[in-house]
T-cell receptor, first 118, second 115 residues
């Protein structure tokens, strides 16, 4: 079956611009995660959705970052006034988790969106 | 402050031999541990996991060992194959103690398996 998909695969933008990154989770997966991977680092947690609501947004670095998941499926990560330090690969993952905020259900990752801020 | 540490950036082994990848953690709340494998231009792929109530979990050629007192885990791959060449990430979560499924990753280790 189809895995997690992310669009675009690459995004180049200029400092100060607004960008949107999209994630399509595996069909039926209720939990969705966003991570950011900078060069030479492991992925870092940004935000976690259970259904339509953000269950944990403690990883968002500042108020320029915002994410939505209005219908409990597709999610969009939005970054305002981009800075060069935002350049990274943004990874999305989904898992089956049907209830609660805790689960050992496997998180399946998409290929990521490589964001470059010039 | 790295809560999950993979101190060796790379490892090279001969095909057929054992690969041992190490990982240390500092957060006592972590109670569920995972290994992910990543090829270039792809997302991480789940490999194997272990909960803190166990000290060993095996799946085919892959075995993960957990030493809670030392806050250390390791991934053993036997026998190693050229297709195992990838970046391996150790990850942890506080699923039971912290009631949160978010993963904390190490920096990764690049494994090269020589034919």
């Amino acid at each position: 079956g189809a895995g997690v998909s992310q669009t675009p695969s690459n995004k180049v933008t200029e400092k100060g611009k607004y960008v949107e990154l999209r994630c399509d989770p595996i069909s039926g997966h209720t939990a969705l995660y966003w991570y950011r991977q900078s060069l030479g680092q492991g992925p870092e947690f940004l935000i976690y959705f259970q259904g339509t609501g953000a269950a944990d947004d403690s990883g968002l670095p500042n108020d320029r970052f915002f994410a939505v998941r209005p219908e409990g499926s597709v999610s969009t990560l939005k970054i305002q006034r981009t800075e060069r330090g935002d350049s990274a690969v943004y990874l999305c993952a989904s898992s089956l988790t049907s209830s609660g905020v805790t689960s050992t259900d496997t998180q399946y990752f998409g290929p990521g969106t490589r964001l470059t801020v010039l | 402050d790295q809560q999950v540490k993979q101190n060796s950036p790379s490892l090279s082994v001969q095909e057929g031999r054992i690969s041992i990848l190490n990982c240390d953690y500092t957060n006592s709340m972590f109670d569920y541990f995972l290994w992910y494998k990543k090829y270039p231009a792809e997302g991480p792929t789940f490999l194997i996991s272990i909960s803190s109530i166990k000290d060993k979990n095996e799946d085919g050629r892959f075995t993960v060992f957990l030493n809670k007192s030392a806050k250390h885990l390791s991934l053993h791959i036997v026998p190693s194959q050229p297709g195992d060449s990838a970046v391996y990430f150790c990850a942890a979560s506080a699923v039971y103690t912290g009631a949160n499924s978010k993963l904390t990753f190490g920096k990764g280790i690049t494994l090269s398996v020589r034919p």
